[in-house]
Nanobody, 128 residues
Framework: QVQLVESGGGSVQAGGSLRLSCAAS????????MAWFRQAPGKEREGVAA????????YFADSVKGRFTISQDNDVNTVYLHLSRLKPEDTAIYYC?????????????????????WGQGTQVTVSS
């Protein structure tokens, strides 16, 4: 079993920045694919960004390209999502998910069924 704990959410004005953290209960180098998803009220959970630990490849939803980045720190078993130039439409609960067997791929990284473990989420609210 893996426990994931997200933090760093909050309320910011449009144009602001946040850094979300996802702390894992086991070494992050043991995961093959780590990702961030988000879910806004009344909408489905959508993939935001993913990082493939095999080759360091990163993947982003079109809506966040150029504004969000994803990184990991194996020393503290944490994966980060850096959010910048935030927009009101970025308002959502952000979740991290990890996978232990399959590396990320552009074809399926955004499918939430890929990931075995999820955190409880952290709220991001962006006001205009």
């Amino acid at each position: 079993q893996v426990q994931l704990v997200e933090s760093g959410g909050g309320s910011v004005q449009a144009g602001g920045s946040l850094r979300l953290s996802c702390a894992a209960s086991k070494n992050t180098h043991l995961f093959t694919c780590m990702a961030w998803f988000r879910q806004a009220p009344g909408k489905e959970r959508e993939g935001v960004a993913a990082l493939s630990t095999g080759d360091g490849s990163t993947y982003f939803a079109d809506s966040v390209k150029g504004r969000f980045t994803i990184s990991q720190d194996n020393d503290v078993n944490t994966v980060y999502l850096h959010l910048s130039r935030l927009k009101p439409e970025d308002t959502a609960i952000y979740y991290c998910g990890v996978e232990e067997r399959t590396y990320c791929h552009s074809v399926y990284w955004f499918r939430h069924t890929l990931y075995d473990y999820w955190g409880q989420g952290t709220q991001v609210t962006v006001s205009s």
